[in-house]
């Protein structure tokens, strides 16, 4: 029986298999996972139903399971219409969420075409779809080290 909170089956392997400076993308609803991943990247699909699970929920579930050195948004371009709404409210609660799990860490935009590229990295192991309707929710996580 595991004691933190992800008891997802395949992503507590792929998790397993995966070492320092792996790549963890969370992807919001609207995120084109099947065709923006790494080559060694596995996805799994968490999107129920719109809303059903959410980047937050998954978030949570998963810097409760490994150590993680980095949080990243995907960036808003100057040029997008929301960029003149400001910072996304959904980064206020990604940040709480990595406070709550200790993370000293900040929250580090990466701009859209640039995380995209980071995605596609070989070091991208696994993208978590979620049904999140929340806009510019894509969190990518770099994994950390164990430490005694």
């Keep these: 029986m595991l004691k933190h909170q992800l008891i997802h089956p395949d992503i507590n392997a792929i998790l397993a298999r995966a070492g320092h400076h792996s790549k963890i993308l969370i992807a919001d609803g609207n995120y084109p996972a099947a065709t923006k991943k790494g080559p060694n990247a596995q996805i799994v699909s968490l999107n129920l139903a719109p809303g059903i699970v959410t980047v937050a929920q998954v978030l949570r579930a998963v810097l409760s399971a490994v150590p993680i050195d980095e949080v990243c948004t995907m960036g808003i371009p100057a040029d997008d219409a929301y960029a003149k709404l400001g910072e996304p409210p959904v980064w206020s609660e990604f940040r709480q969420i990595a406070r709550d799990a200790g ?28 049904a999140d309707q929340a806009l510019w929710a894509n969190v990518l996580l770099s994994m950390g080290c164990r430490t005694a």
């Design 103 to 130: 993370l000293s860490g900040e929250l580090r935009p990466i701009m859209k075409w640039d995380f995209y590229k980071a995605v596609e990295s070989a070091d991208h192991v696994l993208t978590i779809q979620t």
